[in-house]
């Protein structure tokens, strides 16, 4: 199983176009010793031909051009992306649905309630259904499903205690499937990551995906619970906006810290995290406890 990181940063990405924070500004400087990032989305294949695009990102067109794997090869009109699977509905993961309008109807994969919110309070379906057309196929909420075109690998999303997006009509009121974690399985190999960019709270049966996953690719949004307030860029916390930090005695580090010996990854980094800087304290502190920052165009072969 072959996965690449399209975009390892969160909505806005790094450097965020409005934003003068110390990561932002050191970055166009060159006083931060860090890189650009795109807007998180990973690409999963198992024959490297044929892939399945796991959030579409407002980036995605940037993606493909630095990602020659889902360039067209094939054919007059062709892509490597034989399907779109959605983990949310938040505008960072599904706005590049429209760049992919051009193309033939898109295979999108995604739970009912995100499949409501695309057709209701952010209608990118109706839109689309004036250009590509989509074909949707239910994402079934802890049960596993297989991919056509993606021989031998093994889905199976799980519910996370997390948000509906901002504009959704339940924002205050999660349900079962707004937001999903991804279990995903090579049959060949035995070999299995664990996908969840937005990761609120790690319930008995996210911590026993962590603990079977070879890889884990999980919420790197916030160093601080209080970061964006303590920065004076927003009133909310990391929890508020359905984020586990990476900091403190619960924090995504003790979580990683808890589930033994494997690849841990943290994507989805907002541009205030200070672990973007590479010269960081807290980029050394993830390094002592065995855990990677994704970066855009990062591979794993599992």
Request: contains cysteine; hydrophobic residues 45%.
């Amino acid at each position: 199983m072959n996965i690449i990181v399209l975009g390892s940063a969160a909505g806005g990405g790094f450097p965020q176009w409005n934003c003068n924070c110390r990561n932002c500004a050191g970055l166009r400087n060159g006083t931060v010793r860090a890189t650009a990032r795109t807007q998180s989305s990973i690409a999963v294949s198992s024959n490297g031909t044929d892939w399945v695009l796991i959030n579409a990102s407002p980036d995605i067109l940037a993606q493909i051009r630095a990602t020659p794997a889902l360039q067209p090869a094939r054919d007059k009109r062709d892509s490597g992306i034989a399907a779109v699977m959605l983990m949310d509905a938040q505008v960072d993961h599904v706005t590049g649905l429209l760049m992919l309008r051009e193309g033939s109807t898109l295979a999108l994969y995604c739970t009912a309630p995100v499949w409501r919110e695309l057709n209701g309070a952010l209608p990118l379906v109706p839109v689309l259904s004036h250009y590509c057309g989509v074909h949707w196929h239910e994402l079934p909420v802890d049960s596993s499903l297989h991919v056509p075109g993606i021989a031998g690998i093994r889905f199976t999303p799980l519910a996370l205690s997390s948000k509906a997006p901002p504009y959704s009509d339940h924002r205050a009121h999660p349900q079962i499937g707004d937001n999903i974690g991804l279990l995903i399985e090579d049959l060949a190999t035995g070999k299995s990551a664990f996908y969840a960019p937005g990761l609120g709270a790690i319930d008995p049966h996210v911590e026993a995906a962590l603990r079977r996953a070879d890889c884990v690719l999980v919420d790197g949004t916030f160093w601080r619970a209080d970061e964006m307030i303590e920065l004076g860029f927003s009133s909310k916390t990391a929890a508020d906006m359905g984020h586990l930090p990476q900091s403190g005695e619960a924090g995504m580090i003790a979580v990683l810290d808890g589930i033994g010996a494997r690849r841990k990854v943290l994507i989805h980094i907002n541009n205030t995290n200070p672990i973007l800087d590479e010269d960081s304290e807290q980029r050394a502190v993830l390094a002592r406890h065995g855990i990677e920052v994704a970066f855009d165009g990062m591979e794993i072969t599992l």
